[in-house]
């Protein structure tokens, strides 16, 4: 029984371990500019997806199952920031939930330069949580195609 309790202990001690050097490694500057990079390249690849109507359609779907926001107040969204793209939509409007500011607000402040990571990490939003949800509406754009 003691072999047991020894053994879940140095497992649960090699976790934290690992947990430590993952989040040191994310700290690292070279570490935040290429999950910068990544994060915002993923965007652009993403939106590059909503050619087709069918397509459009799958991911504003998509979008409203991450962010429980009704198809229509996306469309209306889009509609009007056209240059968003489907990945900018989910994006602004996360960052906008999280943050307790309007989507207005946040779609703002990208057009005035900022960039969605840096706007996400201001905002205490987790690029995981942003690449998890990405995930999930690129696959849902894809199947469709």
Known sequence: MTLVAALNLNAAD???KERKAVRERADRPETKAENKQDVEQRIRQIN???NKPVV???GLRAV???L???VPVLEAQ???HSRLGIAGLLVANTIASDSKKSPETVIKAHGDGRSWVEMA???NVSLDTL???LTRVENAMKEAK
Do not use: I, M, V
């Open 14 to 16: 090699e976790n934290q």
């Open 48 to 50: 590059r997806l909503d």
């Open 56 to 58: 459009l359609d799958a």
């Open 64 to 66: 409203s199952k991450e």
């Open 68 to 70: 429980g926001t009704p």
């Open 78 to 80: 889009l509609k009007e």
């Open 121 to 123: 990490r201001n905002n």
């Open 131 to 133: 690449e998890a949800k």
